[in-house]
């Protein structure tokens, strides 16, 4: 093997020290390409990862003239080309290394993706160490910029690549860079730009996925022309980077996060520490292009401007007008004020002058995302086909409409999208961007990879005598077991279905379900975290089949005191899987004496006793308003919604859930105390509980919050006559709560490791492997803790552990915000076509309006008790006892108190004829595969008539139009109809 | 962080996980010493020198008459690393590399043949970059060949890091000594956790290593001895 040394100096900045690295080339690097006959002939540098490579590329032979194209990481706008690399058009790529160093360096979230597709079998991508090989190595020259060199070694590695395989084959260097473009072909390259390299190849789906170049392109030059009124400048320039950090050390500018209040997208804050407070930004031209999440430079505007809140506003909107905003002051989310301060429009004027108000100078970091959203709808363009440019509008209020041109317009009208920002411009009003796809919630929807399928036990499953000779498995099939729903039981024993031994660490099949990390639970529909295969035979403990199973065995008296804990692989053969109804009714039914049936009775006094215990302990019994849908099998509209009825056997199953969750939370503590993944649910904080208690004092009740026993003792003796009133409080006391959270063990202190509303010191989840990765993880421990199994390499990490970890938690908060937004989506299909007069509950009381909560379908949305616009109006809140009146009236509203609401709702272009006491509440719907998603295109209105107490009707007082901007997006208004004591 | 990248399987600077950096090998580069060397693997430079065996000049020192006394002393040039840093003699990390190389050298030299004598070994590395320990190791052993002391096997050493094997995060750093002819390991040494079945994997890789270097050593000696050879003819 022939090596030669070269020494390179790198010198790094900070303080000033020579690096010598010893960088060797080789030759000895293959070129990924099959058509070589001398690379091949070498002993391959790839491994098995490699040698798919290079059987893909035979491709490249047989079919001559495909070309090998070369992308540069130039500019950043090559970056964002990874969208088209990721399309299956685009293949037969070479990526050299000094561009991956490069896009690692720029941005590792894109490297991720490129390394991802390097390693993808499937794509034929090849990484070639150009830096490393003898003949490309390109030795920076003097004068010459670090850019400069890189591109020189793209030109050289392409050039090498061509008089290497000859002239039979193409190889093409894609370059966005017009100087390195002219360079190449200068020095007898093929070089292309993405856009007519895209274009060459004739797909128009595809030339949507290429970036819009800024730099005065042809296509930009036709926007403006279509709207030539705006080619003015509209935003100021931002400052210079330099002129801002020198504006930043002599406090002329401050810096800080900006954050868009999400009801009213014309204003801002920007916590700044140099000032200590928030400052108010008002409009979009004093936003200056910001977008939420940004780090921004302020500059404070003189303090004689502070009072002009309102016309900026008015100066900028246009189109824009429409939007109804809930006053900000009243808003959850208007930050720092414990008490939002309310009422009158004096003191709202007053509230605002005491905050300093700015303008944004320039943009310190950008927060720039992928959004999600539709297309504005509008006329299809004369010659379609054609490049048409369309405004998106996120579904988040807080991002402001992009524009972007799309060649599929037809396609992604009334769809769901997910679209990513390239620039801003002072010239435009809006950012530019471009179409990407169609997720959302960052859930993986599409369908398992081969690589994961050949990962798959071969079907159909049957128990092998090897799994039945292991020792460490126990034979449990003589046992009687039967399942409720997931888990299977008997008297004392609790059988997960055994997925380890099906999903291995570091098999394609982990990866993918470790990056899905939960499944996620739509309304009639499953995205699964492992492939239907395992989750529906394999790993499903049906009646009369052999499965293999994880046990926990515990040894009981008739009081539920734990004797012995045990647990063991086993296998299993349930004798009956029965569904939660089904058990319930077996239990009830008192002429049934059959084994099975005594069992789970047996079961059943037991699991009652060990939940009189926990709650002994202090566990909180929580209320959450879970609803269910009945949906008709063809049109998949909902028929009928209700709350999910809890049953006597799930909470039975619940409780031998959470001992085993617990027990095998200790068991892997105690042998692991640095690796082992648990779950916590932090104390909430008093200001978290402020709300909780500011309404139940307001109606007379006092709630001890100074711990999980105190809260649950006095959520139990929160009663009045009124039977719902219990679970009311409890649905609030809920939504103080804080998340539960996975975690690594090493990275805490014990005391920190507590579950709150479970009041247990540890607590993992170990009982839902097949639809949870942290169950899988837990299994992984608990089996490597009953020496069956080695620890995989993971948990010697802990940071990568903690990765891991974190993981879980945003995949599962994401799962959770989807199957909502997914119950909310069909809430709203459900009320199309029922408009109803329902009992609702208040549960928060703001300036302009309250918040009601619908029991009945668990839904929830604001009334407005003043027309838009007007802060406050003429109504007063009483802050004491969560009251909101009308001076002069008799007329209030508290919270808790039950009021009669109507719901209807209408389609966008009716606008409501009359309605003044008007609250809108925007529905967040999810990205399913529905393809009709623009049934959803539909606002829900209400008309109200507001009763007093001796059901007078009022009289409607100013009318006002509620007007939807958002597509897709539906909204139930509501409205009072006749309120009323009970 | 990864020490072999998994897209190409190369490490930073192109070598293979299984490569070893560049040897070089001299012997006599100081001239008033009985023996002498200096050795390189990669930017690793160490140079070595060798007195004796003469009499013991601190007769209190010397333990066992019949044994020959090997002293060693380490020691990190000023500009052997970047940042141009004062290191004090004597301080704990060359307090320990002087035994660690003493013990070492001592379990090859035939110290019995060499009774109420001393042998002083002075080592001094010019370049740090990784790999000290047993950079200095080699060149104690080609400059002890040279100063003609008699010993029991060419004693190599090497280290091996976790990640030449995968990609594991930490960087255990394992240096082995080892005697090729007679299979014996004189030194191990390791600084991190590792599981035992990759430790396995990365002794054999270490003792591969060595093997190859005392195969170089040998070639240098080799060469040496050929060259004195023609001095003398001539």
Same mark, same amino acid.
């Given at each position: 093997m022939l090596q030669s040394k070269t020494f390179v100096k790198k010198t790094r900045a900070g303080r000033v020290q020579k690096v010598v690295r010893e960088h060797y080339l080789r030759d +000895?690097?293959?070129?990924? =390409?099959?058509?070589?006959?001398t690379c091949g002939?070498? @002993?391959?540098? !790839?491994s098995a990862d490699a040698a798919a490579i290079l059987v893909v590329d035979t491709n490249v032979v047989l079919h001559q003239g495909v070309e090998l194209g070369i992308p540069e990481a130039d500019v950043l706008r090559a970056l964002l080309q990874i969208d088209l690399l990721e399309?299956? *058009?685009?293949?037969?790529v070479v990526l050299l290394s000094v561009v991956l160093d490069e896009v690692k360096n720029k941005n590792l979230a894109v490297f991720n993706r490129i390394k991802a597709l390097c390693s993808n079998k499937a794509r034929r991508f090849f990484v070639f160490t150009n830096e490393h090989h003898r003949d490309t190595y390109v030795k920076e020259m003097v004068g010459e910029s670090p850019n400069d060199r890189n591109d020189r070694a793209i030109r050289v590695a392409t050039r090498w690549y061509q008089s290497h395989l000859g002239e039979n084959v193409k190889v093409l260097l894609i370059t966005n860079d017009r100087d390195n473009k002219r360079k190449a072909i200068e020095e007898g390259i093929n070089a292309e730009t993405v856009e007519s390299y895209v274009r060459s190849l004739?797909?128009?789906? /595809?030339l949507d996925l290429v970036v819009v170049s800024t730099s005065g392109d042809v296509t930009m030059e036709d926007v403006e022309d279509l709207r030539p009124s705006k080619k003015k400048v509209i935003y100021s320039e931002h400052k210079p980077m330099s002129e801002i950090t020198a504006g930043l050390r002599c406090g002329i500018y401050h810096q800080g996060k900006l954050r868009v209040n999400r009801y009213n997208p014309f204003e801002a804050y920007v916590g700044s520490e140099s000032i200590g407070d928030e400052i108010v930004i008002h409009g979009r031209s004093n936003m200056n292009? *910001?977008?939420?999440g940004d780090i921004v430079a302020v500059e404070l505007l003189p303090?004689?401007?502070?009072? @002009?809140s309102k016309s900026f506003i008015a100066d900028d909107d246009e189109d824009d007008e429409e939007d109804v905003h809930l006053a900000p002051n009243t808003a959850? +989310? =208007?930050? %720092?004020? =414990?008490n939002p301060t309310q009422s009158t429009a004096a003191s709202s004027a007053d509230s605002v002058s005491s905050r300093p108000v700015g303008r944004v100078v320039?943009?310190?970091k950008r927060n720039w995302n992928s959004y999600c959203g539709s297309l504005e709808p509008m006329p299809m363009p004369a010659g379609s086909g054609g490049v048409a440019h369309a405004l998106f509008v996120s579904k988040d209020r807080r991002i402001p409409k992009i524009r972007i041109q799309t060649r599929q317009l037809g396609n992604l009208l009334d769809k769901r999208i997910i679209v990513a920002v390239d620039s801003w411009d002072v010239l435009s009003r809006y950012p530019s961007g471009h179409y990407v796809v169609l997720i959302e919630n960052?859930? #993986?929807?599409?369908p398992f990879s081969t690589q994961v399928l050949a990962c /798959?036990?071969? !079907?159909?499953w049957t128990l092998s005598p090897e799994d039945l000779a292991n020792?460490?498995?126990?034979?449990?099939?003589?046992v009687r077991v039967f399942s409720v729903d997931p888990p299977v039981l008997d008297l004392g024993l609790l059988d997960i279905a055994d997925v380890t031994n099906f999903v291995h660490p570091g098999t394609p099949l982990d990866e993918e379900a470790s990056q899905r990390g939960t499944s996620v639970y739509l309304v009639g529909q499953r995205i699964d975290m492992l492939p239907k295969p395992l989750t529906e035979d394999v790993c499903s403990l049906r009646a009369d089949v052999e499965r293999l199973a994880f046990s926990v065995i515990w040894e009981m008296?008739?009081? *539920?005191?734990?004797i012995s804990t045990r647990y063991t692989k086993s296998v299993i053969k349930s004798c009956a899987a029965m569904s939660y109804v089904e058990a319930q009714a077996r239990m009830d039914d008192s002429r049934l004496v059959d084994p099975l049936t005594v069992d789970l009775r047996n079961l059943n006094s037991l699991a009652k006793i060990m939940r009189n215990r926990r709650c002994e302990r202090g566990a909180l019994t929580l209320a959450s308003a879970e609803v269910k849908f009945e949906i008709d099998? @063809?049109?998949?509209?909902?028929l009928d919604i209700g709350i999910y009825q809890i049953r006597e056997a799930n909470q039975m199953i619940e409780e031998f859930m959470l001992a085993a969750n617990i027990s095998v939370a200790e068991k892997i503590l105690k042998h692991f105390p640095l690796c082992s993944l648990l779950r916590r649910h932090p104390s909430p904080t008093k200001e978290m509980l402020e709300p909780l208690l500011r309404t139940a004092s307001s109606v007379g009740l006092n709630l001890d919050v100074s711990s999980s026993k105190a809260l649950a003792e006095s959520l139990d003796n =929160?009663?009045?006559? +009124?039977?719902?009133f219990n679970k009311l409080i409890r649905i609030l006391a809920t939504r103080c709560m804080t998340q539960a959270v996975y975690f690594c063990?090493? +990275? !805490?202190?014990?005391?920190?490791?507590?579950?709150y509303g479970l009041a247990a010191s540890l607590y993992t989840h170990f009982t839902s492997p097949i639809r949870r990765y942290a169950d899988v993880i837990v299994h992984r421990l608990l089996a490597a803790a009953l020496e069956i199994a080695k620890l995989p390499p /993971?948990?010697?990490d802990g940071p990568q552990l903690t990765g891991v970890a974190d993981n879980l938690n945003y995949r599962h908060r994401n799962a959770q915000m989807a199957s909502r937004a997914s119950v909310e989506l069909h809430t709203l299909i459900y009320f199309r076509t029922r408009p109803m007069d329902t009992e609702a509950r208040i549960v928060k009381i703001k300036a302009n309006g309250f918040i009601v909560f619908v029991p009945k379908f668990g839904i929830e949305g604001p009334i407005y !008790?003043?027309?838009?616009?007007?802060?406050?109006?003429?109504w007063v809140v009483d802050e004491v006892h969560q009251r909101v009146t009308k001076p002069g009236t008799n007329v209030s509203y508290a919270v808790l108190q039950t009021v009669m609401i109507h719901m209807e709702h209408f389609s966008?272009?009716?606008?409501? *004829?009359?309605?003044? @006491?008007i609250v809108e509440w925007n529905f967040c719907s999810v990205a399913q #595969?529905?393809?009709?998603? #623009?049934?959803?295109d539909q606002s829900v209105r209400a008309k109200e008539a507001i009763r007093n107490d001796d059901h007078h009707t009022a009289e409607t007082k100013e009318r006002m139009p509620l007007w939807s %901007?958002?597509? #897709?997006i539906g909204r139930l208004a509501y409205r009072c109809s006749w309120r009323g004591h009970r | 962080m990864e020490y072999v990248n998994p897209l190409t399987g190369f490490r930073v600077d192109g070598r293979r996980p299984n490569e070893m950096r560049q040897l070089k090998g001299e012997v006599g &580069?100081?001239?008033?010493?009985?023996g002498s060397a200096l050795f390189e693997m990669g930017n690793t430079r160490v140079i070595a020198a060798v007195y004796g065996p003469?009499? &013991?000049?601190?007769?209190? $020192? $010397? &333990?066992?008459?019949k044994d020959a006394l090997v002293r060693c002393e380490y020691r990190m040039a000023d500009?052997?690393?970047?940042?141009r840093r004062r290191k004090p003699k004597g301080d704990r990390r060359s307090t320990e590399i002087s035994l660690v190389i003493r013990q070492t050298m001592e379990a090859s030299i035939?110290?019995?043949?060499?009774?109420r004598s001393q042998i002083d070994i002075f080592v001094q590395v010019? $370049?740090?970059?990784?790999?000290t320990r047993a950079a200095c190791i080699n060149a104690a052993t080609l400059a002890l060949a040279d100063a003609g002391i008699p010993m029991r096997d060419i004693v190599t050493s090497c280290s091996a890091d976790l990640n030449y094997i995968e990609d594991s995060a930490g960087g255990p750093d394992v240096t082995v000594g080892f005697l090729t002819k007679m299979d014996k390991v004189t030194l191990l040494q390791m600084d991190a956790k590792l599981p035992m079945d990759t430790f396995e994997t990365v002794m054999d890789l270490a003792i591969e290593g060595c093997k190859a270097i005392a195969n170089y050593i040998r070639e240098v000696l080799l060469e040496n001895t050929k060259r004195l050879e023609c001095q003398r003819d001539h």
């Open positions: +000895d690097i293959s070129c990924g =390409a099959a058509s070589c006959s002939a070498v @002993e391959h540098p !790839l399309n299956p *058009a685009i293949d037969d004739a797909q128009p789906g /595809l292009r *910001a977008f939420d303090q004689d401007q502070w009072h @002009e959850d +989310d =208007a930050p %720092r004020k =414990a320039g943009i310190i960052d859930i #993986n929807t599409r /798959l036990p071969p !079907l159909p020792p460490d498995r126990q034979d449990l099939r003589h008296t008739p009081h *539920a005191d734990i099998s @063809e049109t998949h509209d909902p =929160a009663k009045n006559d +009124d039977p719902y063990s090493g +990275d !805490l202190t014990f005391s920190e490791y507590y579950h /993971l948990f010697q !008790l003043t027309p838009k616009g007007d802060k406050g109006g003429d966008q272009m009716d606008k409501p *004829a009359e309605c003044d @006491e #595969n529905i393809s009709d998603m #623009n049934t959803v %901007r958002w597509v #897709n | &580069v100081v001239a008033r010493a009985d003469r009499e &013991v000049q601190n007769k209190g $020192q $010397q &333990v066992n008459s500009f052997s690393t970047g940042d035939l110290t019995h043949l060499m009774p010019l $370049q740090a970059d990784g790999g």
